[in-house]
């Protein structure tokens, strides 16, 4: 879900155009909160992947 998030960044980046909307933008407020306070989750979930992949 997180790089679902960041793509919509990374799209913006390589093509410069926009197709924003209240919508959209209330979406990418709301998803970013929850993104935002669920990202620590993931840090223990990446170094656990690591151990893994080691």
Known sequence: MILIFIYQYYKYYNIKE???NIIKSLLFL???IILGWTNE???FAQC?????IV
């Open 41 to 43: 989750n993931m840090f």
């Open 18 to 20: 926009s197709d924003d």
């Open 48 to 52: 656990l992947f690591i151990l893994v």
């Open 30 to 32: 709301s998803s970013g």
